[in-house]
């Protein structure tokens, strides 16, 4: 697979015929993975928001090359707004079929048709290429998976805890297979956003279908799904992270956003411990 290789090399002058057999070959791998997705228990990175930012993703494959026993994990966004969209989206499908069993790509807010539309990957990818190209991007953006969990009590999604779900067969069940988010539940964990409050649920400035999440709703869900730490990307802190409820949810950023943000990665060690790490 030279094309692959040549990707993961560097070289950012993809044909079609390279993004047609890249996306084909990433949407066989995931079409057939569950909704929420088993990870290992320890020694994982999760990546946060990417928005075509090359850099970023430039410095999530060499933590790749030299943390060689770790798992990645990446929480969505790759996409939109940044100045190298389609590099940034390609090296990550390469990242994940090179290392299928330790790259995972999960699904954010922005790999939707609705949002890629509004925010520029849809006019990237249709000027450079074609709408068909485009369209092949969607492909994959509707087989991702939309969170992952392992047995040890780690979950972790783009967006947040949905309302109504008090286990995780609700969301297995779930159909992910559509270019949107028409089902609520899938569209909350894409969407939805925590504040340090004592409350369970509230409306949000995102949309009418996009929820805050206080304190009573994620102790609730933790007890109901048996997690112990969850880690979400979403929203852009200056810092790159956040801790929200004594610590038991980190947020993370991984772009640099115009410099409004420092790029960071969470990566989790034994016994739930989480060292921020600048990209």
């Not at 088993?38 to 928005?51: K, Q």
């Amino acid at each position: 697979m030279d094309f692959l290789q040549s990707i993961l090399d560097g070289n950012l002058d993809t044909t079609r015929e390279d993004i047609e057999k890249l996306t084909r070959m990433v949407r066989n791998i995931y079409r057939t993975k569950p909704n929420v997705v088993e990870i290992p228990s320890r020694n994982v990175f999760f990546v946060g928001d990417l928005h075509g930012e090359l850099d970023s993703i430039l410095g999530v494959q060499r933590l790749l090359l030299k943390y060689k026993t770790h798992s990645f994990v990446f929480l969505g966004d790759y996409a939109d707004r940044g100045p190298a969209q389609i590099e940034t989206i390609n090296l990550v499908l390469a990242l994940a079929l090179s290392e299928p069993e330790r790259v995972l790509m999960i699904r954010g807010n922005h790999e939707s048709d609705e949002v890629a539309r509004r925010y520029g990957f849809y006019s990237e990818v249709t000027r450079k290429f074609s709408f068909e190209v485009y369209s092949k991007y969607l492909e994959v953006f509707q087989v991702l998976p939309i969170a992952v969990t392992s047995s040890n009590g780690i979950f972790a999604c783009h967006g947040g805890i949905p309302e109504g779900v008090s286990s995780l067969d609700e969301i297995q069940r779930c159909n992910r297979v559509n270019q949107n988010f028409p089902d609520d539940i899938l569209h909350q964990l894409a969407w939805n956003d925590p504040k340090e409050a004592d409350f369970r649920f509230a409306a949000n400035s995102r949309g009418m279908r996009v929820k805050a999440f206080g304190r009573k709703a994620f102790n609730e869900f933790s007890e109901n799904i048996g997690v112990k730490i969850m880690f979400r990307a979403h929203e852009i802190f200056p810092e790159g992270f956040k801790k929200f409820f004594d610590g038991k949810l980190i947020s993370v950023f991984s772009a640099a956003y115009h410099g409004a943000a420092v790029p960071m990665v969470l990566r989790l060690g034994a016994d739930f411990k989480v060292e921020p790490m600048k990209l």
